[in-house]
């Protein structure tokens, strides 16, 4: 059984400080990995997606792989009330099937 | 706005009714897929089309029966419903040769079975 693994949450932050939201995959073939948002009632918002190990940056997101550890993480610095919702982590088993697996999700509160 | 529409937004059926969910996709992908998400449970994979060809059943249930004429439109067909049936369904699109680009949501469609 293929897994995407994250803390439900909530997890709170004050405004202004760093957010960091992880996720553990099983499946060591996967091969890309996708952050999305999602607020209540809406559907999910791709924020950020990385294919290989290291850092990628956009904006006030930093995504982080590290396959050998089968971790990916999603860091949100100046965070803002904006940013409260539920953010998906997504992983593509690389089997050529077009099967991505999706986490359960972490709610995030930032207080203003 | 995605480029990835669906119709309806809301809809309440009975389990004896027939309905159908469609999906359009303006972003030129080739694949298109159904999700369900269910209340405080991950989103589930239901089907996946690629160029039109069914690459993906996720074992469901034979009362969803979905359909894919071409690249841009995908439809889900609904009949027998129950009320475990009750979900968020969202479509999505992607592009690349193995899906594994990132994939693009539509609004949903929020379905009540009564």
């Known amino acids: 059984q293929k897994e995407v693994e994250q803390n439900s949450g909530p997890l709170s932050v004050p405004e202004g400080a760093i957010a960091s939201l992880n996720c553990t995959y099983s499946d060591r073939g996967s091969q890309s990995f996708f952050w999305y948002r999602q607020y209540s009632g809406k559907s999910p918002e791709l924020i950020m997606f990385?294919?290989?190990?290291g850092d990628k940056e956009d904006g006030r997101f930093t995504a982080q792989l590290n396959k050998a550890s089968q971790y990916v993480s999603l860091l949100i610095r100046d965070s803002q009330p904006s940013d409260s919702a539920t953010y998906l982590c997504?992983?593509?088993?690389?089997?050529?099937?077009?099967?991505?697996?999706f986490g359960a999700g972490t709610r995030l509160f930032v207080k203003a | 706005e995605t480029g990835v529409t669906q119709t309806p937004r809301h809809l309440v059926m009975g389990m004896t009714n027939k309905k159908s969910l469609k999906c359009e996709q303006h972003l030129g992908h080739n694949a298109m897929y159904w999700y369900k998400q269910s209340a405080k449970k991950p989103l589930e994979l239901m089907f996946v089309y690629n160029f039109k060809e069914q690459t993906e059943n996720n074992s469901v249930p034979s009362r969803f029966s979905p359909e894919c004429p071409n690249s841009s439109h995908l439809f889900l067909h609904l009949h027998t419903l129950q009320p475990e049936d009750s979900a968020l369904y969202l479509c999505?699109?992607?592009?690349?040769?193995?899906?594994?680009?990132?994939?693009?949501f539509g609004p949903g469609t929020r379905l009540t079975v009564t």
């Open positions: 997504a992983v593509n088993i690389g089997t050529g099937g077009f099967k991505t697996i």
């Open positions: 990385i294919y290989s190990n």
């Open positions: 999505a699109s992607s592009s690349g040769p193995q899906g594994d680009y990132e994939q693009y």
